[in-house]
């Protein structure tokens, strides 16, 4: 079973629970992360709600493709896992490339099939919507492009556990840049540690 995460309309840019773009919800005292190869303040691509907690994605687009920022550690994006008290709408830097042009509403469909291009093309057959409307997905696997890269905690060493793989989005002028490819999002619970890359 893949669990889909499809295009749902528009979203208000503080909406609660899981969205692509707008503004993050994140605990008191937060800090908006800057890239640590240009110092650049981070776009903010999505959160995905984990039942009592959001898991919120960070990425370089000052200067696409200069910054490693499809690297896990190289420190040109950046994952999070925020706990329940993640209600407040973060104010964007005045500066750089700091939001998405839209803000997208997700609606989650359970679909069985082997993979996620698998339950791609099935939803899409079966609701006649574009695959294109297919945000991502949640819960069960990444389906890699390239090699395995599931990141090791920095905290404790271990491999992190799947958490969600971001396509680009349902159109192109608006959408995450992944180069074409998808973006993979991994947490540890017990360190509290997240991680994200892309490949294409
Ligand atoms: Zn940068
Ligand atoms: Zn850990």
């Not at 528009?10 to 605990?27: E, H, I, Q, Y």
């Not at 999505?46 to 490693?68: E, H, I, K, R």
Request: negative net charge; proline residues 6%; charged residues 15%.
């Amino acid at each position: 079973m893949v669990t889909l995460m499809t295009y749902a309309g528009a979203a208000a840019a503080d909406a609660p629970g899981t969205r692509t773009g707008g503004v993050p919800l994140v605990p008191a005292g937060f800090e908006w992360p800057v890239c640590a190869e240009c110092d650049g303040p981070m776009q903010f691509l999505a959160q995905v709600d984990l039942g009592g907690g959001l898991f919120s994605v960070f990425m370089c687009q000052n200067d696409p493709g200069m910054c490693d920022e499809w690297d896990a550690t190289a420190g040109g994006n950046r994952a999070f896992v925020f706990g329940a008290g993640a209600v407040h709408a973060a104010t964007p830097p005045g500066d750089g490339v700091t939001m998405l042009e839209e803000v997208c509403a997700v609606a989650f469909a359970p679909v069985d099939a082997g993979g996620y291009r698998e339950a791609t093309e099935s939803w899409s057959r079966l609701t006649g919507r574009p695959a294109r409307e297919v945000l991502g997905h949640t819960g069960t696997a990444a389906q890699w492009l390239q090699n395995d890269e599931t990141p090791e905690c920095g905290g404790c060493g271990r491999p992190m556990t799947f958490v969600v793989q971001l396509d680009e989005g349902h159109d192109h002028r608006t959408a995450i840049n992944f180069g074409n490819g998808y973006g993979y999002g991994f947490r540890c619970e017990p360190c509290g540690e997240a991680a994200f890359l892309w490949q294409c």
